[in-house]
């Protein structure tokens, strides 16, 4: 969705993946290659002027170390990409910047893990340090049953125990920062998830005086680290207050929405700021938006689909993944409207087309 | 423009060009190849389950040679392409269905002009049958030394000379009809020519009686010839009423503002017909809508750009093309707004500061 985006504004992309049937393979020239190995990065590296990354589960120093022999730059910077995609650093990210989030502590042995247990009053969610997603590496323990399984998960760098927070909705953002540090948040929407994945956003939701006091230090934050891209960020609202659940230094499925709903979406305001281009603040084009996923409901092979009709204000978007899994996530309807209620109507509907007829 | 909306709608899509710098090139996978040749088209064709056509100027007859020979349908059909492609026949396919268009005859030889420039009260205008584009081959004689000067243009298969048309407005739409039969067309716009090319593009403009009637014409046209896939369709409005002024079997450049004014672009939707699928009506998403092109003012190499931004309700396009010429289309600019005036002023404002930051 990156390259669609620049292809439109006329910034040339190249990818570097693993295999010619990636997503974004299918959609502009790449090359194949493992990011992780520097022997693959680096000349790929050299090759182009500045580049990013759709996902933040690379080797970081391997990215610092290839981005400083060939001078090309990499945005989010390599650095910034380690400390966020280490549970324990991102907390600890958050906590300097006084933005709010759920208790916590490391977690290196069961011993840890017990008296983490303890101290959240035997209702704690464990995660592992790295490479968790979309409910891979959490562990929600509420009974000393569930603790003693958790050993077996421990492994280094180990795990983080968060104090588990009863939410009465989870809301999403994503922030943008150029590189002459213009920063802008694309508006707050609530995002259901189900099964660990989300399912749809909305929004805009009202922004309180507490949402605007978190954009405030995440611009902060932002700042004073020289971030330079897209970022995501998810929260829990609760009785106790908005807390940041996690931060991912990307463009964010739950700002899909952006593609259809702004004149700038989320995937082009990244290539832009990745490539040096200034950012203003964009204003919605619509009341109302929402995002409906397409989620794989079953192992199957997927071949060349026929493109559900959408009504006026949905728009479809499929990825071209050849293979649909339980929860994959395998493209998401858009939807616009003169409310948020009337677009997550509209986006819903189609979504359950979608599924009848492509029966992924 | 068609890859980019078949990449989102998950339609894969396999270019057939003549040179790796051409924009469809620089978006998806490609073969290089002469489509006017059948050793080219032929193995390209037959690696494919549909094709379509982004231009109408090449040899309808290798196409349909080819086509027949391996059973990959071509829409629209390259017959059609053959009829439209050609002056004289476009005319007379007007004709059969009780089109209005500009009183003509055919013109080959220079009597045949003489005859011609006398029965048009020594105004007309004279274009070649074929090939003729954006004011190429076409000649606007008004004196006796002009239709002199013409004979020097007169080569097989000849011309055809059209009474010349005092209009007070041009307008344009983009009709598209699918395997099935359904037929819709995208909101009448006003069109506005600078030397013979598309500047901009204005609408919805109000659909009289008489527009209502044209597209009743033209619907029955499309189905009667069974015509699957876009078609532009440009007029003229005058004193003596509505006349076709030119049809274009293909996506159209007056039709370039529903990439953001639909939530159906003319190109996705083509793409959809061509392949197969079902259309519906779309309705727009604005109530105002412009287009701008973005014309080339010199002779120059244009390497990267650096894309200007955007206000909200302002989307820029650019097409890669690595040579800028005088009049040559680079990209565009679409808008939307409260009214069609709003959307012309915001379109013309970031059209400007397009070609002051690029100076293309």
Redesign the interface.
Known sequence: MMA?EA??????VKILCASAAEPAA???PFVLGDPNQLSDLLPFLSSVRVATFESEFYDSAVIETASRKCGTQVFPQPGLMGLIQDRLTQKELLDRYDIPTSPWRPVSSPQDAVVAYIAMNGRAVFKKRRFGYDGYGTFVVKSENELSALSLQMAAPGMIAERFVRFTREIATVAVRDQKGTVFFYPFVETKQKDARCLWVNGPIKETKALKTLKARITTLLSKENYVGAIGIELFDSEEGLMVNELAPRVHNTAHYTQ?A???SQFAAHI?AVSG????E?????RGFAMWNLLGSQARELS????P????????????KIESRPGRKL?HINA?GKSPSDALALAKKMATKAARQLKY
């Open positions: 669609l292809h439109r504004l006329g910034i040339a299918q959609v502009a259809n702004f004149h700038m832009l281009e200034r950012l203003s964009p204003s919605p084009l619509a060349e689909i026929h493109p009709m959408m009504e006026s204000g949905a728009f479809f978007h499929w990825y071209g493209g616009i």
